[in-house]
């Protein structure tokens, strides 16, 4: 039942993402602002970048960590928010420009930046996308099976479950 | 400690022989073996009863990838630890690093191991007389030797089932029986590795598993699949005590297991003999359990801070601590690995991955005090890989991303258990002011390595580089372990076992030098840990302990 509540609640965090443009957080973000959203989305991008295979971005690793961020991660919210806020302002100060609006020489350059001077920030953004990426798809990210798919692992084998811890002994869930 | 956790008068429970706290392997072996005698047993076990339809095959949530919690606890919400690093004192959770965490369930860690089970080595027991003192290190002799433990050995292979093939170790100390299941086929790394290691003149052979290769005692064989070690065994094959003496241990009648119940403390009468536990059950209630003997069965850190929490006029340092020894000589084993990239692929997506090892450095190193054995590692699922990357890629962008594309598949690693230097500056303590959700004093963790077990750990690199180049890699790159405390599942040591009280916690007998019924049947009684997983040896033990504490069994039986 609670796997259920967390699948749909994942797959319309998923919908709401994708349609990035409107404003406020009626997107249906969990943590995030759209705002935000769109600014992780962007640094996750340039963490693990599209080429001739998706990236961050077709793995909806903003999702996993959106997710993670009232889950597990619950307590990297302020981490995050300010993180993320250190990000724009670097970009602003430099370029003038937000963070999404820079080319991506720009914002290589302002989270190299990141990595010397916000390590905490940028620390847990790489491992969360390295998660969210090639990680399993139930928490939200490596949408598609994206990673798996280039790494070229068959999809999980469809293998039959022992119920039993022993032949005719039961065993309580 | 008293009077917590409730001012209400639990229920008297029925008067057992034996309570045992903690099912994991040396829990589990001691139930099967005092209930099949005919005492009457109740298993305490603080986490749950997992099946195989608990194998979530989640990658970041498991007993080995914790970034999302852990698979099999214990959990991240009552059990906290503190962890002192020089002047720094961090509360850790379970799924954090510095925890020392081994799996809180029925199979303990035997439930998602993977499964290597080990004879150690003659000299293992011997690590005093083989090497003499090593400065700064409580480096000792087991009060047994190996052929005090090699029957047990043999019966823990075969009553609970061990595949692999160890013909080919020249080096493994001397065995009556072959074991009773083949080795897996090999794998692509095994036919990589298999001939390098030949080429080099040294013995390679496939690793023994406590893994069914062949259906064996009503279990089915291994079916080989991506989510081995840190998961639920989907199809049961690979074997643990939850699968083996548990189940046998409950047929006999005369056990009961309760799972979800936390023990607080060992209880001791007015003579300072122990006359059971005070456990808070699965519902929240403070209850007392009775018996004539107890074991401590709760890994090497819990088993420490059981008998610390168990305060008594004549023990006010805790039990069996009247020497200050109680959570000393916290060690487990000190991994250098080294991964090889190839030019062919090297994955071929099987299960369990480990397979094939060498025992030629783990004795008889110049100038070292020991070594270890050097082995494949376990099968990589993708996000593990992320931390076999080499230091030199970048570690964002394309070229990362590129880097994990081309390599993934095309990778091995070598590594092996570094037999540790005991320091007695690495213990168990309880931590003055932390309390868990239950309000008992919590694991306070301290101490390092010992420098000499860094400079095994260099050789132990060396040596696998070797194996690494020698097979075929075009490149190689290490990941050396720090100084910083060991622990984890191969947790150790801190109950040692010796023949004189003033420098050991337990006899030969694993009975408390204080306390005549009161044992420590788990690694905590290590004196050394050997340069191999120990889950086979903290089995052997169980066996031999057990037997031992039933042939001096004078009190009355149920039925056997």
Partial sequence: MRRRTFVAAGISAVAAGTSISCGGNQAGWRFFTAEEARAVDAICEQIIPAGPHPGAHDARVVNYIDIQLTRHFRKHQETYRRGIAGVEAAGRKKFGRRFVELSPEQQVEILSDAEEKSKAFFELILAHTRQGFYGDPRHGGNHNMVSWKMLGLPSPPIRGRERSVWPGFFCPA | MSGQGGGFLPMPLKHVNAVIVGAGAGGGVAAKELASAGLSVVLLERGKWYSAADCRKDDLRNQRTTVLGNGFGPDDERNPRVLVEGKRETIVWPSEGGYSNNAACVGGGTFSYGAQSWRYMEQDFRMRSTYGAVPGSTLEDWPITYADLEPYYEKAEWEMGVSGDVANNIFKAPRKKPLPMPPLPPSREHQVLLPAAKRLGLHPFDIPMLRNTVPYNGRRACMRCRWCVGF???????????????????????????????????????????????????????????????????????????????????????????????????????????TGLFETETYDDLGPGASIAICDYNHGNPGLAGGGMLANEFIRLPYQFMGQVPPWIARWGAEHKEFVRNAYRRTISVMGPVQEMPMFAARVELDPKVKDYWGIPVARLSGSKHPHTLDIARFMAEKAEAWLKEAGAAQTWRRMPGPSLSGGQHQAGTCRMGNDPKTSVVDRDCRLHDVDNVYVIDAGVHVTNGGFNPALTILANAYRASERLVNAWKGSRAHS
């Fill in chain 2, 232 to 338: 639920a065994c989907e199809t049961n094959a690979r074997t643990g005590t939850h699968n083996t003496v548990i189940p046998a241990a409950l047929a006999t009648g005369n056990c009961a297991i309760r799972t979800e119940c936390m023990t607080r403390e060992v209880l001791l009468d007015g003579r300072g003999r122990s006359r059971g536990v005070a456990y808070i059950d699965a519902a929240g209630h403070l209850q007392e359990q009775t018996a004539d003997l107890v074991i401590v069965s709760c890994g090497a850190v819990e088993s420490a801070r059981l008998l610390l929490n168990s305060r008594h006029r004549l023990f006010p340092g805790g039990l069996g601590n009247r020497y200050g020894w109680v959570g000393r000589n916290l060690q487990s084993h000190t991994y250098p690995a080294v």
